[in-house]
């Protein structure tokens, strides 16, 4: 498979950034160009942090794919656990993966990348494939300069949500 040009994809959101750094049409945009540009991908998008209740959650954000679900808690599944630790998640095969969350039963490896606002995580990158083992260290090292650049471009204006 011809790994992605990540640089590109970095460059891509810096450009998508210039026209308007709010995350809601940033993110929207990020999803439809990650979801364009790798292969075998069957979900592409963000949760982002929900602060409306004492206890702290993701809340499903802008993506690309099938119907998902809506809340997830933080340590939660993949996502709630790259959130809750800070740590990305590269997950060769979902099923053994301790409470792994299946939104949609095509999914087989993902990947989960924490972003920040502020010093804080305010919220996921989330990228699922029908493949087994779909993601290689390359692909998170490449996904982790797309999440460091939305880190340092997104307007996060708003987030997390509050009451
Ligand atoms: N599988 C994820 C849930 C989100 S969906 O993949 C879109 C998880 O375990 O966190």
């Not at 990305?88 to 990947?111: M, R, W």
């Not at 919220?123 to 939305?150: C, M, Q």
């Amino acid at each position: 498979m011809t790994q992605p040009d990540y640089q590109l994809l970095c460059a891509q959101v810096r450009s998508f950034a210039e026209e308007d750094p709010h995350w809601l049409p940033l993110l929207s945009n990020v999803s439809a160009l990650i979801m364009d540009t790798l292969a075998d991908l069957n979900w592409a998008g963000f949760y982002l942090r929900d602060a409306r209740t004492d206890e702290q959650t993701l809340l499903l954000g802008p993506f690309q794919g099938k119907v998902a679900c809506v809340h997830i808690a933080f340590d939660k599944g993949v996502c709630g656990t790259a959130a809750a630790a800070d740590q990305p998640q590269l997950v060769p095969n979902v099923h053994e993966f301790p409470g792994h969350i299946a939104c949609d039963s095509a999914s087989n490896s993902e990947v989960v990348i924490p972003l920040h606002a502020s010093g804080q995580v305010i919220g996921v990158l989330d990228i699922d494939s029908p493949l087994f083992n779909r993601f290689t260290a390359e692909d998170s090292e490449g996904l982790k300069a797309v999440a460091r650049t939305l880190d340092e471009v997104t307007d996060f204006s708003g987030l997390p949500l509050t009451k």
